[in-house]
């Protein structure tokens, strides 16, 4: 009986912490302390997308995207923010994008995918947004300091997001495009003789006109189908 009930309790641990990884933090506990400060650190370093279209923000889970409590985002109401339950978030067609029905705005959800303790005070997260068809899920650190928390970025994991500022990056394994060809450097012709006369005429130049070369960056970015933090 004993052993049977040592069994149920340790499938409901495994079923709570999701990855079952030691030091994983369950998804009751990311609506802790250290959920909130990521989700703060998050909307403090959100780009700016859509600048001009009003938001509204969803906070998520999990790898399955479970939604936060209104309690645990309640928390945040000095950002004044409008935050919505991911439960109530419907699809909309014919794109199938996904919108809040009440303003029938796209959401920005928030992704707390991870929290692992890896030290005292410290916690290896993975966590990420996404607006419309753009997303970007990173790894980070958050360390306990003092009376509160920060988060440092280590490395971004995935995301199609780009900066305005950043190059497209073309595909992967993608050759270089090929170096221009060296101009070839005019022929050698004799020099012509100055004119006696007190009149100096202008001489035809040795050279062609000047080569003119240009260059330009095409940025483009296919987007199909919704996207979502997986």
């Known amino acids: 009986m004993i052993s049977r009930f040592l069994l149920l309790f340790s499938l409901f641990a495994l079923l709570g912490c999701e990855s079952g990884e030691p030091g994983a933090m369950s998804l009751d506990d990311m609506e802790g302390p250290e959920g909130e400060a990521m989700v703060r650190h998050l909307l403090k370093t959100l780009p700016p997308v859509d600048p001009q279209v009003p938001k509204v923000y969803s906070v998520v889970k999990g790898d399955r995207l479970y939604s936060t409590s209104m309690k645990f985002v309640g928390r945040m109401d000095d950002l004044r923010l409008n935050f919505v339950s991911g439960e109530v978030l419907t699809m909309r067609d014919p794109d199938k994008s996904i919108v809040d029905p009440r303003s029938g705005l796209s959401p920005v959800t928030l992704q707390l995918s991870s929290l692992k303790a890896s030290g005292t005070g410290r916690w290896d997260v993975?966590?990420?947004?996404?607006?419309?068809k753009l997303f970007e899920r990173s790894q980070y650190r958050l360390e306990k300091k003092g009376e509160g928390y920060e988060?440092?970025?280590?490395?971004?994991?995935?995301?199609?997001?780009?900066?305005?500022?950043?190059p497209v990056p073309g595909p992967a394994g993608a050759d270089p495009a090929p170096a221009p060809a060296p101009i070839p450097a005019p022929e050698a012709k004799p020099?012509?003789?100055?004119?006696?006369?007190?009149e100096l005429r202008f001489l035809p130049s040795l050279h062609g006109p000047p080569l003119l070369s240009s260059a330009s960056w095409v940025y483009a970015a296919a987007f199909c189908g919704r996207v979502r933090l997986v």
């Open 191 to 198: 020099r012509a003789a100055i004119p006696s006369s007190p």
């Open 126 to 132: 993975v966590a990420g947004w996404a607006y419309k």
């Open 151 to 166: 988060a440092t970025l280590v490395k971004r994991i995935e995301g199609n997001y780009v900066k305005p500022d950043e």
